[in-house]
């Protein structure tokens, strides 16, 4: 049995990329066009650096869904939602169930597995290192 899940551990850490980075995704569209919704408790006008963070969610998360620039991208993400914890969640109380926090600690969390996992199986980083293979098996056999 071990064996066969070991087997299948690529995939399955691809979909814990996939869907987190899609729900990371959502959370800046939220904030900066409101699909599918607005985000509770955003500031209006939103300050530069909700701005900054909503783009990093978007632009991040799009990245890692596709699993392009994973560890690069997951380390950038993951340090964001650490800042967004410590910034907006903690001041409020020390316990994430009362401060609102877990999704921040829970993103932070599988963006930095993904920084020393790697993307798994089914990624563009997958595909463009196979392609560095074949290129230089290739020039070696000239």
Not at 34 to 46: C, E, K, T
Not at 67 to 80: D, E, N, P, Q, Y
Request: with cysteine; net charge positive.
């Amino acid at each position: 049995m071990a064996h066969t899940l070991a087997k299948w551990g690529p995939y399955g850490l691809a979909a814990l990329r996939i869907i987190t980075a899609l729900l990371f995704v959502q959370h800046g569209l939220m904030k900066l066009v409101s699909f599918p919704g607005p985000q509770a408790g955003v500031p209006d006008p939103m300050p530069v650096i909700v701005v900054v963070a909503a783009w990093i969610e978007i632009v991040g998360g799009s990245l890692i869904a596709v699993g392009l620039l994973t560890r690069s991208t997951a380390f950038l993400c993951s340090g964001t939602m650490a800042v967004a914890y410590f910034v907006v969640h903690a001041p409020q109380s020390v316990w994430p169930g009362l401060n609102g926090g877990e999704g921040a600690i829970f993103f932070c969390l599988i963006f930095f597995h993904l920084v020393f996992a790697g993307p798994g199986a089914v990624s563009l980083d997958g595909v463009l290192r196979e392609r560095k293979g074949l290129q230089a098996s290739d020039a070696a056999s000239r």
